[in-house]
Nanobody
Framework: QVQLVESGGGLVQAGGSLRLSCAAS????????VGWFRQAPGKDRDFAAAISGRGSNTYYTDSVKGRFTISRDNAKNTVYLQMNSLKPEDTAVYYCAARQYGVFYSKSMYDYWGQGTEVTVSS
């Protein structure tokens, strides 16, 4: 069982930066893939980025490549999403999710979810 808590959201101007954190409780955190998903108002929850258990592999959706960086500190049971050059279209509620082993882009493949943190990018 893993519990996830996101933090770090807020209001930022276009071109600015935010760093989201996903703090996890539970054992063997390094066996869990963690993904970040985002849901804009009235839209589906979409994949943004993911990182393998030991951090050796990272994955991004095309729209965030070169702007977002996912990382993790397993000693702190925390995954980060550094978001730079933010755009108004990045406005969404950001969720972190976890599953043991394997990296997937589909939200249906993740077993544990946080409550979300809201990011608003003004133009």
């Amino acid at each position: 069982q893993v519990q996830l808590v996101e933090s770090g959201g807020g209001l930022v101007q276009a071109g600015g930066s935010l760093r989201l954190s996903c703090a996890a409780s539970g054992r063997a955190f390094d066996s869990y893939t963690v993904g970040w998903f985002r849901q804009a108002p009235g839209k589906d929850r979409d994949f943004a980025a993911a990182i393998s258990g030991r951090g050796s592999n990272t994955y991004y959706t095309d729209s965030v490549k070169g702007r977002f960086t996912i990382s993790r500190d397993n000693a702190k049971n925390t995954v980060y999403l550094q978001m730079n050059s933010l755009k108004p279209e990045d406005t969404a509620v950001y969720y972190c999710a976890a599953r043991q082993y394997g990296v997937f882009y589909s939200k249906s493949m993740y077993d544990y979810w946080g409550q979300g943190t809201e990011v608003t990018v003004s133009s």
